[in-house]
């Protein structure tokens, strides 16, 4: 009975270990990291996506705990810029889509503990389900329903001092289905669509879905971004490729303990 119990505590210790990976060492801390995150609102009883939505307790810890640990809030431009003469810890907060609670729930936190970040914010937004653009079978039509930032709600956090604004295309267009003439317009109008309601330069983009391929990323230039941000995860090289930025991405079912390993190691377990 006892080598039994030994056996299954071994072999919860090794999920355990893989699932976090809390024994590798930390990525050098001179590297900064870029979060992604979504939505900050509670979860949604069997809904598909709580996976994007961190509850705003949660998204407290994990700022809270960044600041205590003397992290240093930077927006993407400002990443980019200073890239090599950040202060150790240098952390971008980034959100995707521009939904309403960015402003209603994330703000006061961030404003409450001083931390910067960037909101990719997709112009054509209202009432629409981008998730079937990546599986048609993703119809239920949930984020559609779920509230968006207004265009002077997008102003007033471009007017802040903690929120820069970056776009996210047009209509969160999965570039790989569009043609030359389509995606450079996506990419194109939106920086422009977004100068004009912000009134200030917009120079960092994030890919829809993280769906994209060279033709995207020259087109990016040629659209006026200076910065780009992808899904793929992990922490960027010394010398990394500003249009093609690996993000940690923050899920809405993670814990304070898995947050602190992924900023740790960059990425989810092994």
Known sequence: MVIYLFIFLLILVI??????????????????????????????????????????????????????????????????????????????????????????????????????ATIYVVVDRHNRDWSTYKKAHHNSGELAREAKLNDEQVKALANSDLVEIGSHTMTHANLAKLDDVACLAELTQSKQALETVTQQSVTSFAYPFGIYCQRDVDMAKQAGYSNAVTTNEGIDLEQPDFMQLQRIKISGKDSIFAVKLRLKIGKRGF
């Open 15 to 116: 999920a355990f270990s893989y699932k976090y990976a809390w024994w590798k060492p930390a990525v050098d801390w001179k590297r900064p990291r870029v979060l992604m995150y979504h939505m900050v609102r509670e979860h949604i009883e069997g809904a598909k996506f709580n996976k994007l939505r961190v509850k705003p307790a949660e998204f407290e810890k994990q700022v809270a705990w960044m600041k205590a640990e003397n992290f240093h809030f930077v927006t993407m431009y400002e990443l980019q810029q200073n890239w090599d003469r950040h202060p150790e810890k240098t952390v971008a907060i980034t959100f995707d889509d521009g939904y309403l609670d960015n402003l209603e729930n994330a703000y006061p936190i961030l404003e409450k503990y001083q931390a910067k």
